[in-house]
């Protein structure tokens, strides 16, 4: 039970495009595999990447992720990795037909949303979204307010004072 313990404890940790969701509405997300260099994937290990900037597109049938930073890898030698060099993504036909079907549509963007090891394997979770006007953004913040809220003082209730 305990080297079960020890494997989550070491495990890479996942890299979130977190803005992603207040700039979009996510309609659809796909798991997709990244092409990456050794020294890219010590630096992802070590959680040392960027989403933030981060886009996809698609080009000749197949799906590019542009603009991801990686930080060159500390102990790496001159045959490091560009930062922002674009990396192919992984995908299936049938994936990559429907993405181009939605990206056809006005408004549908590609967003690569987060950056995750899945058995040993880098993947990046995807999502087909549709941008948020500012109205939109304002709603979702009051939504989380009034959740907050509530959630305080539902567990306020139940603290007993002495």
Do not use: C
């Not at 102990?75 to 993405?99: A, P």
């Not at 880098?122 to 304002?138: C, E, F, N, P, T």
């Amino acid at each position: 039970m305990a080297k079960k313990a020890e494997k989550k404890k070491n495990s890479p940790p996942k890299i979130e495009n977190r803005k992603a969701r207040h700039d979009y509405h996510i309609d659809e997300t796909f798991e997709a595999g990244v092409a990456l260099k050794g020294t890219e994937v010590k630096s992802i290990r070590a959680g040392k990447a960027s989403l933030n900037e981060a886009f996809a597109y698609l080009q000749n049938g197949e799906v590019w992720l542009k603009n991801m930073y990686v930080k060159p890898y500390e102990f790496g030698t001159h045959n490091n990795h560009d930062e922002r060099r674009d990396r192919k993504l992984l995908l299936k036909r049938s994936e990559i037909r429907e993405i181009d079907k939605y990206i056809n549509q006005k408004g549908f963007a590609l967003i690569p949303l987060k950056l995750y090891f899945k058995r040993g394997y880098a993947k990046i979770l995807v999502g087909l979204g549709r941008g948020k006007k500012s109205y939109d953004k304002r709603d979702d913040i009051k939504e989380k307010d009034a959740k907050r809220e509530l959630d305080r003082k539902i567990k306020g209730s139940y603290t007993v004072n002495l």
